[in-house]
C-alpha cells in the first residue's frame, strides 16, 4: 500500500489508544510498519517476538484504530494478512502537568536498545530564547523532520529523529519542590 493513500495524522484520543502506544513493545511493532507493510511472521522475525506475542500485540494495536489490514492473501489454505500503520504520525496528547510523557519515555528505551558500535548523534543544549525564538526553532526542527521523512527510503535501515524543545521547570520552584 503506498503511503500516498495514509492520512497524514492519526490522533490518540481514547485510553485504548494511549494504552496500546504506552506499550514499548507496540511501539517498536509501529516503527516495522512505518514505511512498509508486513505479515505478524515478519513483524516478529523483525522485533524478536514469538509470533503469538506479535499477534497479540498487533491485534490491540488493530482495535485501537492504530494499524490495519491492507492486503490478504492466500498460502497453502491460510490467509495471509498484512499490516500497516493507520496514519503517517501518530499524535499523542498531552501528558500534563508531572504526567509520563510517552514518545521520550520510547525515544530513551530505543536509545539505549541501539547498537553500540552504530554512528548516533545525542546531544543537548540549553539555550535561552525569546518567545519568538522559541516557536521558529521548533517550526524549523519540526519542518527539518518532515523534509527527511520525505525523503526516507524503506529499503535503508531506520533512523530516529528525537526532539524535545522545551521550558523546564524554573530553578526556584524546582528547589521549593524539593523541600
Not at 102 to 131: F, I, N, W
Not at 152 to 172: I, Y
Amino acid at each position: 500500500m503506498p503511503t500516498d493513500d495514509l492520512p497524514e495524522t492519526f490522533h490518540v484520543t481514547t485510553d485504548e489508544q494511549l494504552r496500546a502506544v504506552s506499550n514499548l513493545t507496540r511501539h517498536r511493532i509501529m516503527a516495522v510498519l512505518r514505511f512498509e507493510p508486513a505479515t505478524i511472521t515478519q513483524i516478529a522475525e523483525r522485533v524478536g517476538l514469538a509470533k503469538g506475542s506479535s499477534s497479540y500485540h498487533v491485534r490491540l494495536l488493530e482495535r485501537a484504530g492504530l494499524v490495519k489490514v491492507v492486503r490478504t492473501r492466500k498460502v497453502r489454505g491460510v490467509t495471509e494478512r498484512y499490516y500497516a500503520m493507520a496514519a503517517r504520525a501518530i499524535a499523542l496528547p498531552d501528558p500534563g502537568e508531572g504526567g509520563p510523557d510517552v514518545l521520550m519515555r520510547h525515544a530513551v528505551a530505543d536509545l539505549e536498545a541501539s547498537p553500540a558500535d552504530r554512528e548516533r548523534h545525542v546531544r543537548m543544549a540549553h539555550l535561552r530564547l525569546t518567545e519568538e525564538q522559541f516557536a521558529e526553532l521548533g517550526a524549523r526542527l519540526q519542518a527539518l523532520a518532515d523534509e527527511y521523512r520525505e525523503r526516507s527510503d524503506p529499503s535503508l535501515p531506520d533512523a530516529s529523529f528525537v526532539f524535545a524543545l522545551f521550558h523546564p521547570t524554573p530553578r526556584e520552584q524546582a528547589e521549593g519542590d524539593a523541600k
